[in-house]
């Protein structure tokens, strides 16, 4: 049987197959993030500190932190997944028993948040639910694991790791969304990522009669790229005779598409080219807001994933 291994090891997590063992999570690493998060020496703040100009410690730690570590243990399990796979692997095994702990995202981690995390997050794996993936708690024997030199790729590696389900899925749903005409393969916006239109109608709000509706637009803005989601997540589904659940869910589909598509507020359109925006909405190809646009529900997991988006530019597969 082949099998591979997570521990704790001078106080990093470490993964191993007995032939090669590498630093999952160095702490070293992660206490100069957290006395660096104001500064220039790691890019994972860059947004945070040039597009929403905060550059204070605290600021970020209490506002910013837990997504930064929500992305870091999706990110490493996603890894841990795909050597699984690969190398035919027939168990995981941990040297720590999680059954009455949480999941901790806020505040300053430690090595054992961070294992807790990693193992409660393979529990809950698509792969491990299907099967595919068999986990045990066992006593370890370090010297059994770690042998030779322990190879360290750094916390960067994990951040911006992208797991191979999901860049398989995100080249063939962008190939058909080019071929339907979602998207335009050379227009993209700054962050990499093709836009879908909003067209904002002044002139038709104005007769709503709601005072200072320019107030609301931002969050209608938002709520109209999740309905444009939707639309193209249920015809990507009806399109591959997909079993996943139709609507604002969470699933492979879903995470691509919030990955590759922004949206971008563009001159209402005037006459025939107008009637041609307004058929291309029925598809989610762009929309119009040119009334009250109810709000739709958001999970603590999706309202995670759209965060990181903005402050990281990052959205894992969960």
Same mark, same amino acid.
């Given at each position: ?34 006395? +660096?998060?104001?500064? @220039?020496? /790691? &890019?994972?703040? =860059? *947004? ?8 204070? $410690?605290? !600021? ?17 399990? +996603?890894?841990?997944? @795909?050597? /699984? &796979?690969?190398? =035919? *692997? ?8 999680? $059954?009455? !702990? ?24 698509? &792969? ?12 370890? $024997? ?177």
């Amino acid at each position: 049987m082949k099998n591979m291994y997570i521990l704790k090891n001078n106080n990093n997590v470490i993964f191993g197959n007995g032939e090669k063992t590498e630093i999952l999570f160095n702490a070293e690493e992660y206490k100069d993030v957290l006395e +660096n998060l104001e500064t @220039d020496k /790691y &890019e994972y703040f =860059k *947004i945070i500190h040039e597009k929403y100009g905060i550059k204070n $410690k605290d !600021e970020i730690k209490n506002r910013f932190l837990y997504i930064f570590h929500f992305i870091l243990i999706k990110n490493i399990c +996603n890894y841990i997944i @795909d050597r /699984y &796979e690969a190398e =035919k *692997i027939d168990f995981l095994y941990f040297n720590k028993n999680i $059954k009455n !702990e949480k999941f901790k995202l806020s505040s300053e981690l430690n090595t054992d948040d961070v294992l807790s995390n990693i193992i409660i997050s393979l529990v809950n794996s698509e &792969e491990y639910l299907g099967q595919n993936l068999k986990i045990d708690s066992n006593q370890l $024997k370090e010297n059994e694991i770690v042998k030779g030199e322990i190879e360290d790729k750094g916390i960067k590696f994990y951040f911006y790791y992208e797991s191979l389900k999901k860049q398989e899925l995100k080249f063939k749903i962008e190939k058909t969304l080019l071929e339907y005409a979602y998207i335009e393969e050379d227009k993209k916006n700054i962050d990499n990522r093709y836009t879908l239109a909003i067209y904002i109608d002044d002139e038709q709000l104005e007769k709503i009669g709601l005072e200072n509706y320019q107030d609301y637009l931002i969050n209608w803005i938002s709520i109209a790229y999740l309905r444009m989601l939707i639309k193209i997540h249920d015809f990507l589904i009806n399109y591959y005779n997909l079993t996943l659940e139709k609507g604002l869910k969470i699933d492979d589909v879903m995470l691509v598409l919030i990955d590759i598509l922004d949206t971008e507020v563009k001159d209402f359109p005037k006459g025939l080219k107008k009637s041609i925006e307004v058929g291309k909405e029925t598809a989610g190809k762009c929309f119009f807001i040119n009334k009250v646009i109810q709000p739709v529900p958001l999970t603590p997991e999706l309202t995670l994933l759209l965060q990181g988006k903005d402050a990281y530019n990052i959205v894992p597969k969960i």
